[in-house]
């Protein structure tokens, strides 16, 4: 009798600390988790602010869970296996962030191209006796996005009240390129030693032409090995490919036994290695 309230009272404590660990463990998972959301919303509401995008924060968040939850059953459903689908799930977790990376660079390119016609445009304003807050005026009225977006929230900043020198960093600030830095330097220098803007203006185009023409022979010239790269890249998945339709029994080993895993590890790795190397390469900074 005693040893049965004994057993009754070890499985209370028992289920009682079991219990108090979920608790806490849950109260952990959900404090990191807001933490993570909170940190995630405003680092990508930032984001979305400087690219003029039509979408929330919380959008992209619930997109990036949603991705989470595709790849993991679409890895699970293809490989069989629990350890590939956590990766693929990994890869899901990156995968809204690495699009709106590439969506900002892309921003960043069409920026500076039509930096140069925008720069023109503000020499010519000021050859005709405009003042520079009415040149920038003119390309956010009448330019092209993103230029017209940036330069037009610079004017607003201006309309508030903000000094110039601070808006062009500002501006400088939110956009991150290295042509409007230097374009942005050079204003604040010749604004304080009282130098000839509309001259500066043509020679800071000039050079911004000359370094995309240069820039624009090297990537020609750097085609053939960044092909290369990426034919040497897809060369071990075209060869899996084929091996699976040929021996279907000895590729599906790397996705089931533990061996085929560490295979496939030693595989990504020295492919991310290689992937290293060749865009060292082939990338020269002018």
Excluded: H
């Excluded at 590439?102 to 390119?109: I, N, P, S, T």
């Excluded at 998945?237 to 080993?253: D, N, V």
Aim: with cysteine; aromatic share 10%.
């Amino acid at each position: 009798m005693i040893f049965n309230w004994l057993t009754v009272l070890i499985g209370i404590l028992v289920f009682a600390s079991v219990g108090l660990f979920s608790y806490a463990g849950a109260e952990l998972f959900g404090k990191g988790f807001r933490r993570y959301e909170e940190k995630y919303l405003s680092r990508t509401s930032q984001e979305l602010d400087e690219m003029f995008l039509p979408f929330s924060a919380e959008q992209i968040f619930y997109l990036n869970l949603l991705s989470i939850l595709v790849f993991l059953i679409l890895g699970f459903i293809l490989t069989r296996s629990f350890i590939l689908a956590i990766c693929l799930g990994i890869l899901g977790f990156f995968l809204p962030r690495i699009a709106l990376k590439g969506a900002k660079q892309r921003r960043r390119e069409r920026f500076d191209a039509q930096l140069v016609d925008g720069l023109a445009t503000i020499s010519n304003s000021l050859k005709a006796g405009l003042s520079l807050v009415q040149a920038i005026e003119i390309i956010g009225r009448e330019g092209s996005p993103p230029l017209k977006e940036e330069f037009g929230l610079m004017l607003r900043e201006l309309t508030l009240g903000v000094e110039l020198e601070r808006a062009l960093n500002n501006l400088a600030a939110r956009v991150k390129s290295t042509d409007l830095d230097l374009v942005v330097t050079s204003i604040n220098i010749v604004r304080g030693t009282g130098g000839n803007l509309s001259e500066m203006f043509d020679q800071i185009a000039d050079t911004i032409r000359e370094r995309n023409t240069l820039q624009g022979k090297i990537r020609s010239l750097t085609a053939q090995g960044r092909l290369q790269g990426i034919v040497i890249g897809l060369l071990p998945l075209g060869l899996a490919l084929i091996l699976y339709f040929l021996e279907p029994k000895m590729i599906t080993r790397l996705f089931t036994e533990p061996l085929g895993w560490g295979v496939l590890a030693v595989i990504v790795i020295f492919e991310a290695i290689g992937a290293f190397f060749i865009k060292k390469i082939v990338s020269i900074d002018v």
